[in-house]
């Protein structure tokens, strides 16, 4: 058995939407994102409704009002773009250390897709910049605590749109650090890799931090490496079972099937079997043995093992539920 692993080298964002595999392949492995031409024209038509809503006399709630508790105060044109840079700044207040790269790049690439929906209101430059500073290899500093969660990871997203903003701290692809104290300014870190700093119109603001892109990222990243482990466990297991000269018999797929039709448990099983299949030493005692059984940790293994898989499916579930 072998486990094999999806890294594209290109992940496009489009109306095809996104696999977990593609995000593993952003976060950890550096793939590089393009836009299709389909997403970016769905993202102009929803701006020029929100340009039209814009200048409307009709109350549009984060486009001519303020937020939350001030949804009911009118924002007049000249003050909208120092709205929307207000949000980002007000609300970039995570503490602690900062987190993994891999998270930030899963945080970036998510929040990617949602604005690629077209269902966002932002011009296409603020989604083509979020790819460019992704393929940049440049890594907003995103801090450990500070998230709200399910009501919105709304500090994490906020660090990485100050960095579209040419402000906050982020490292470049070699791991030196930008906007900190005595450090130079973000700006020219994006500067040195041909990225103009994005000056925030009206809904973009609000459209780059409401979303649980945190969440969600080191979520798809938890289940790849639980199933990268789980199979592991399994491999780990037949060969204790191969070892201790035990019997492959209590792997069948009938047993399993007829006495408890769990689905990770019968993955498993399989598992095992597939891997002692053909083993020179489980068939030299199979017909001379004088056990009854073996021993429970070796032909219960695929009870303990399944239990996992299917909690980590429903966890899949849900997570395919949010990528889309």
């Known amino acids: 058995m072998t486990i094999t692993t999806h890294s594209p080298l290109t992940v496009t964002l489009g109306s095809s939407g996104v696999t977990p595999e593609d995000v593993v392949a952003v976060a950890r492995h550096d793939a590089q994102v393009t836009v299709a031409q389909d997403a970016l024209d769905a993202v102009a ?3 020029a409704h929100i340009d039209d809503l814009a200048h409307s006399e009709t109350p549009a709630y984060g486009i001519s009002t303020g937020f939350g508790a001030l949804a009911n105060r009118h924002i007049p044109a000249e003050l909208r773009t120092q709205l929307q840079k207000s949000l980002i700044r007000s609300h ?8 993994e790269r891999e998270v930030v790049r899963a945080i970036m690439f998510l929040r990617a897709k949602t604005l690629a929906s077209g269902r966002t209101g932002v011009r296409p430059v603020v989604l083509q910049t979020m790819v460019d500073v992704l393929n940049a290899g440049i890594t907003p ?5 500070g998230s ?7 500090a994490p997203l906020s660090h990485c749109a100050l960095v579209l903003m040419g402000e906050g701290e982020a490292e470049g692809p070699d791991g030196v650090r930008y906007g900190g104290r005595g450090e130079p300014a973000v700006a020219e870190l994006l500067a040195e890799h041909g990225i103009e700093p994005v000056t925030l119109a009206e809904k973009e603001g609000l459209a780059l931090v409401n979303g649980t892109e945190g969440m ?7 289940i790849a490496d639980l199933r990268q ?12 079972v191969e070892a201790l000269l035990g019997t492959d018999q209590v792997f069948l797929p009938e047993l399993h099937a007829a006495l408890r039709p769990h689905p990770g448990q019968a993955a498993a099983a399989d598992n095992m079997l597939r891997v002692l299949s053909n083993s020179a030493i489980v068939a030299s005692h199979r017909i001379n043995d ?33 990528l889309a």
Not at 229 to 240: C, N, V
Not at 296 to 318: F, M
């Open 290 to 322: 004088t056990k009854v059984q073996d021993a429970y940790s070796l032909r219960c293994a695929p009870q303990v093992a399944g239990a996992i898989r299917d909690t980590v499916d429903h966890a899949a579930l849900v997570a395919s539920r949010e």
């Open 45 to 47: 038509k929803v701006r």
């Open 92 to 99: 970039a207040a995570g503490m602690g250390p900062a987190v």
């Open 216 to 222: 969600l990222g080191m979520l798809l990243m938890a």
């Open 229 to 240: 482990l789980l199979t592991t466990a399994d491999i780990t297991a037949a060969l204790s």
């Open 141 to 145: 500093v995103v801090r450990e605590f």
């Open 148 to 154: 709200l969660g399910c009501s919105g990871d709304l």
